[in-house]
């Protein structure tokens, strides 16, 4: 089955670009998608189809994929975006879901 | 605005069976698939099921592949998903999300609702 591998954690001051990676085997060739989720909240869709924002998302959210890798970029983080980050890719008819990655703004 | 609303979880011993359901308001359900997603306690998010705007295409996980079934009544506007054979594995938060609609066939989330706990337990 496929999988999908993120880091547990990212760590990013106040002001900085974070970035977090997914990995899957030819992830480039299928849509990344990406959720935040917040303690006690459901999860949000911050990116899909790779780089685009629902309305909605600030434009510091930004994404990319290519070869084995798609990343979520935040410019200017701020404290609000403290969160988890899931990443998450359609096949063989079956949801896969990255592990989440805890983003640390500190 | 779109909104989710899940109810039915609780306590249930192993073995047993719990029905949940999903009313949706502030969209045409009947056009968009839906599928539900569940949350361990402090763990990631697992897809569970999918099931298309007509109710005609099903995909399940292999974890809950013959014990859960996902369905829909369009006239209600409700996602349900009935749930058998239940593990202690299987607690957790299920979510109900909808299906984007930018995608062409795979499937992703632009809306989800608050969740409802399913506890398995003895």
Do not use: H
Not at chain 1, 25 to 34: A, F, I, V
Not at chain 1, 87 to 96: G, I, L, M, P, R
Not at chain 2, 15 to 29: M, V
């Amino acid at each position: 089955s496929y999988e999908l591998t993120q880091p547990p954690s990212v760590s990013v001051s106040p002001g900085q670009t974070a970035s977090i990676t997914c990995s899957g085997d030819k992830l480039g060739n299928k849509y990344t998608y990406w959720y935040q989720q917040k303690p006690g909240q459901s999860p949000v869709l911050v990116i899909y189809q790779d780089t685009k924002r629902p309305s909605g998302i600030p434009e510091r959210f930004s994404g990319s994929n290519s070869g084995n890798t798609a990343t979520l970029t935040i410019s200017g983080t701020q404290a609000m975006d403290e969160a988890d980050y899931y990443c998450q890719a359609w096949d063989s008819n079956t949801v896969v879901f990255g592990g989440g990655t805890k983003l640390t703004v500190l | 605005d779109v909104q989710l609303l899940e109810s039915g979880g609780g306590l249930v011993q192993p073995g047993g069976s719990l029905r949940l359901s999903c009313a949706a308001s502030g969209y045409t359900f009947s056009s968009s698939a839906m599928s539900w997603v569940r949350q361990a306690p402090g763990k990631g998010l697992e897809w569970v099921s999918s099931i298309s705007g007509s109710g005609g295409s099903t995909y399940y996980s292999d974890s809950v592949k013959g014990r859960f079934t996902i369905s829909r009544d369009n006239s209600k506007n409700t996602l349900y998903l009935q749930m058998n054979s239940l593990r202690v594995e299987d607690t957790a938060v299920y979510y109900c999300a909808k299906r984007g609609e930018r995608a062409a066939t795979e499937y992703y989330f632009d809306y989800w609702g608050q969740g409802t706990l399913v506890t398995v337990s003895s």
